[in-house]
């Protein structure tokens, strides 16, 4: 069974920055499509980011305007989410997630991330 394990949110002024990381505990990446989610009580699960283990069909949501970067390293079995120029509406909790080639998927808890004007 796989185990998303997020962490690197926190609270941020607005234009600042932050990494996120997601390692992936149970099997290996490979063969994985995996990627980022938030919500919030404000808004539903929307799709931030997700790529295939290769690196490769990256997607992201149309807020991201170029903003963030999704990344992933097959040796730590994890996966990364860079964010610049964060804004208030990034404020969420941003949820890890997998989906194998059987269409499975896993969630982790997440982790919140504060923007502040």
């Known amino acids: 069974q796989v185990q998303l394990v997020e962490s690197g949110g926190g609270s941020v002024q607005v234009g600042g920055s932050l990494t996120l990381s997601c390692v992936v505990g149970g099997r290996t990446v490979s063969g994985l499509v995996m990627g980022w989610f938030r919500e919030s009580p404000e808004k539903e699960r929307e799709l931030v980011a997700s790529m295939n283990w290769k690196g490769e069909m990256i997607r992201y949501g149309d807020f991201v305007k170029g903003r963030f970067t999704i990344s992933r390293d097959v040796v730590k079995n994890a996966i990364y989410l860079q964010m610049n120029n964060l804004e208030p509406g990034d404020t969420a909790n941003y949820l890890c997630?997998?989906?194998?080639?059987?269409?499975?998927?896993?969630w982790g808890k997440g982790t919140q991330v504060t923007v502040s004007s």
């Open positions: 997630y997998s989906r194998n080639s059987e269409g499975i998927r896993a």
